[in-house]
């Protein structure tokens, strides 16, 4: 069984029907997703719609990233909504339909909350690999991390995990379209929302996929094959 995670997605459609398309998963294989489905893109709704379906396929686990918990509380908790609402970027909800996002958000039906709140999970974990939206500090076992620092954790604050694992993440966005390896954390949100990637990184040969928010592909090889 071969393992493929996908970074930072927020709303772009198009990107992500692309890299499903070009990346060469077999039902067998692990399919994971790093979270940050919402916020920032043109297609929230469209993205929901594709992983609330794509969720019943076997050996597929969805995390839930730092925007996808805020767009949760700003639903839940009113006086969250301003805090969700000055970091989703402009028109996070266009997606939906018409009106502004006070009354767009009261339009995102119940199959899009089940699957942010119930589907999604927070990390996810085996014998080589520990996977979280944004960070883990490196002396705590996901377990025992608390899980705002699992979603809000920034690349600059990685350090080597004592589990010896490697820690697979998204989060902390790579304006250069790069895939940021530190050996003890590889970062793949490589900037979809800046331009850039959507990426796909396949953790036995550690061949990797790009899309562009155009849905252009391109691939190639992060590490030479061990």
Same mark, same amino acid.
């Given at each position: 069984?071969?393992?493929?995670?996908?970074?930072?997605?927020?709303?772009?459609?198009?990107?992500?029907?692309?890299? +499903?398309?070009?990346?060469?998963?077999?039902?067998?294989?692990?399919?994971?997703?790093?979270?940050?489905?919402?916020?920032?893109?043109?297609?929230?709704?469209?993205?929901?719609?594709?992983?609330?379906?794509?969720?019943?396929?076997?050996?597929?686990?969805? +995390?839930? *990233?730092?925007?996808?918990?805020?767009?949760?509380?700003?639903?839940?908790?009113?006086?969250?909504?301003?805090?969700?609402?000055?970091?989703?970027?402009?028109?996070?909800?266009?997606?939906?339909?018409?009106?502004?996002?006070?009354?767009?958000?009261?339009?995102?039906?119940?199959?899009?909350?089940?699957?942010?709140?119930?589907?999604?999970?927070?990390?996810?974990e085996d014998e080589r690999f520990i996977f979280v939206h944004a960070g883990i500090r490196?002396?705590?076992?996901?377990?025992?991390?608390?899980?705002?620092?699992?979603?809000? +954790?920034?690349?600059?604050?990685?350090?080597?995990?004592?589990?010896?694992?490697?820690?697979?993440?998204?989060?902390?966005?790579?304006?250069?379209?790069?895939?940021?390896?530190?050996?003890?954390?590889?970062?793949?949100?490589? *900037?979809?929302?800046?331009?850039?990637?959507?990426?796909?990184?396949?953790?036995?040969?550690?061949?990797?996929?790009?899309?562009?928010?155009?849905?252009?592909?391109?691939?190639?090889?992060?590490?030479?094959?061990?």
């Open positions: 069984m071969k393992t493929f995670v996908i970074g930072d997605i927020h709303g772009y459609l198009r990107a992500l029907d692309a890299l +499903l398309d070009a990346v060469p998963f077999g039902p067998d294989d692990l399919l994971l997703f790093l979270g940050d489905y919402v916020d920032k893109g043109p297609d929230t709704k469209g993205v929901l719609d594709r992983l609330a379906n794509f969720s019943s396929r076997p050996n597929t686990v969805f +995390l839930r *990233g730092n925007h996808d918990q805020m767009l949760l509380d700003a639903h839940l908790d009113p006086d969250k909504y301003s805090i969700w609402e000055s970091l989703a970027g402009d028109d996070p909800l266009a997606s939906y339909g018409s009106g502004d996002s006070s009354e767009l958000i009261e339009q995102i039906p119940e199959s899009h909350w089940h699957f942010l709140a119930q589907t999604c999970v927070d990390f996810l490196s002396h705590l076992s996901p377990q025992e991390e608390d899980t705002d620092h699992l979603h809000w +954790l920034t690349l600059s604050m990685a350090q080597p995990h004592f589990s010896h694992r490697t820690v697979i993440c998204g989060h902390s966005a790579q304006a250069s379209g790069i895939i940021a390896d530190l050996g003890h954390t590889i970062c793949i949100d490589t *900037g979809i929302s800046k331009g850039k990637f959507l990426t796909c990184l396949e953790l036995g040969s550690f061949h990797y996929w790009q899309s562009s928010p155009e849905g252009r592909i391109q691939d190639g090889l992060l590490r030479a094959k061990p």
